[in-house]
């Protein structure tokens, strides 16, 4: 059996990678406001969507798209962000 701990470390590092990569164009933080107006989505938006799921994270953070930039993010990387999502 998985303890809570993994998962709460995982989240810090997703929180620590949408601080260091996403907080210039999305409002990574709860409540927070968007560093370009209302935008792009905040991360607690994204969030409360009923299309949000892991999957769909993990699709939206491999395909690159119009106005969000090409990173290249590992599957480690790509976990945690979706982690603290």
Do not use: K
């Amino acid at each position: 059996a998985q303890t809570a701990a993994p998962s709460a470390n995982l989240a810090d590092e997703g929180r620590r990678l949408a601080e260091q990569w996403c907080s210039a164009c999305h409002a990574v933080a709860p409540n927070a406001q968007p560093p370009q107006g209302d935008s792009t989505p905040g991360f607690a938006s994204v969030a409360a969507m009923p299309s949000t799921t892991a999957m769909s994270l993990r699709v939206i953070l491999q395909t690159p798209h119009a106005g969000m930039p090409n990173f290249q993010l590992s599957r480690q990387q790509t976990d945690a962000v979706i982690a603290y999502i």
